[in-house]
């Protein structure tokens, strides 16, 4: 195809065009986001549980927490990273496992835990929701 071609057609479809750049750049931002927010599959979590002695921190709120969680997880609020992490106590040189519902709120959280001292922080990629689309146990 040549160069000409392609530019009438731009010119006779801008609409298109318009919706193709835009789905282009959403599937390059949701591509970036989940690179940095470190996504581990369930599987993968559960490895890093047994071998590496990981810590799960459940990001969602209360009422959620107690309706299952991972087991021996801690339960912090996305929104009180910043004012209460010291609560956590954390080892620092262990890995630490962010959990969310879907996955997504995590993500964006992965950099306040680094901020803050951890060396190793992952997501767990569709949150509780994968977790228990993999048939693994919740507790209560």
Not at 16 to 34: C, G, H, K, P
Not at 53 to 67: C, G, M, S
Not at 107 to 119: A, P, R, Y
């Amino acid at each position: 195809m040549n160069i000409e071609r392609i530019i009438e057609f731009t010119g006779n479809h801008p609409y298109l065009m318009i919706a193709l750049l835009f789905s282009i750049a959403v599937i390059i931002s949701a591509e970036l986001r989940r690179r940095r927010s470190n996504g581990v599959s369930a599987s993968e979590v559960v490895r890093l549980i047994n071998q590496e002695d990981a810590q799960v921190v459940d990001l969602r709120d209360e009422a959620a927490f107690k309706a299952g969680h991972i087991i021996d997880s801690k339960n912090l609020q996305a929104s009180k990273v910043n004012d209460d992490f010291a609560v956590l106590k954390l080892k620092l040189d262990k890995p630490v496992i962010l959990v969310c519902q879907m996955g997504t709120n995590a993500g964006s959280v992965v950099k306040q835990f680094t901020d803050k001292g951890c060396e190793q922080v992952y997501n767990l990629q569709d949150g509780i929701y994968g977790w228990e689309k993999a048939k693994l146990p919740l507790e209560t």
